[in-house]
């Protein structure tokens, strides 16, 4: 069982930036990929971002050259550096992770948090 707490949202003026983190707890063998979701108002979830467990990076095209995605696995944990804030980047962002629970052939699971949200507001 594994369980994804978000941290770092809030209130941004367009322009500025922000960090989120994702840390993952639980019965944890490895993490392979680590990912950030977003979903806006009327709006579909998409993927922003993510990273491989050795580093390999992702992006969604919108948030290029914006935002950067790292992770440290001797945390377990995902982070997404925010920056040049706009007001479209307002949504609920979710982390999600590609879990191995129990050895190097356990099976992998998918996980996501609850979501925090970052509005992006004048």
């Known amino acids: 069982q594994v369980q994804l707490v978000e941290s770092g949202g809030g209130l941004v003026q367009p322009g500025g930036s922000l960090r989120l983190s994702c840390a993952a707890s639980?019965?944890?063998?490895?993490?392979?990929?680590m990912n950030w979701y977003r979903q806006a108002p009327g709006k579909e979830r998409d993927l922003v971002a993510s990273?491989?467990?050795?580093?390999?990076?992702n992006y969604a095209d919108s948030v290029k050259g914006r935002f950067t995605i790292t992770r440290d696995n001797a945390k377990n944990t995902v982070y997404l550096q925010m920056n040049s804030l706009k007001f479209v980047d307002t949504a609920v962002y979710i982390c999600?992770?590609?879990?191995?629970?129990?050895?190097?052939?356990?099976?992998?699971?998918?996980?996501w948090g609850e979501g925090t949200l970052v509005t992006v507001s004048s």
């Open positions: 999600n992770a590609d879990v191995r629970a129990t050895s190097v052939n356990g099976r992998l699971m998918n996980y």
């Open positions: 639980g019965s944890i063998f490895s993490i392979e990929n």
């Open positions: 990273i491989s467990h050795a580093g390999s990076t």
